[in-house]
């Protein structure tokens, strides 16, 4: 059986621990715990366990466990997002993790001027290059953030990546630190509204990796949760 209380102090020590070695502040790295498919329930063990940064992939299941929980924790939607969900995404979402395209950009960016506040977001990023996955290749990412620099409306927080499943977390470790290597280049360029401070990538498989590689966020559902049900 699965105890989220226990899982949430292993995953916390794993990842002081991979922050060590590497030198950094443990507190650089906030812990989002997934709890796509869980009940409120289960999440509410979470919350318990002194967690309150959640991850949701559909907005439609945010939407869902809004009512209950919505005000006791900080929202992070990491899934992709459709631009006629972006609405409702940027009411319960503090930080939209997949910005991956240029009509999403300029929804979230009308929102944010209906809203008369910037959308708070990270550049999603395909660094693996793999056909299946989501995001901005690594070579239009400068021309993407200059876009999105100068439409206004937007902040982006940061970058986000996934890295392809491996069995072996070492396998991860290029893809994470490529993304490092990128937010620090395009750093330099001091775009407006752009600021590449935090690095969302690590999962449950390899965390301790993307910690060590500097990730100041990581989402972790099966660490925290146990296995989810199929859907
Ligand atoms: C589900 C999901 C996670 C968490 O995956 P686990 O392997 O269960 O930790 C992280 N990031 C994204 C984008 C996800 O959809």
Redo the contacts with the bound molecule.
Sequence with gaps: MSNPLSNVEMVRQQVATAARRAGRDPSAVTIIA?S?THTIAEIEQVLAAGLNHLGE?RVQELQEKWPTLGGRATWHL??SLQTNKVKPAVEMASLIHSLDRDSLAQALAREAERLGAPVNVLVQVNVSGEESKHGIAPAELEPFLRRISQGGGLQVQGLMT?APHASDPELARPHFRRLRELARELGTLGLPHVNLQQLSMG???DFEVAVEEGATLV?????IFGAREPR
């Design positions: 997934v796509k992939n990491i899934g996934m999962m449950s498989g989402r972790v559902g099966t660490a």
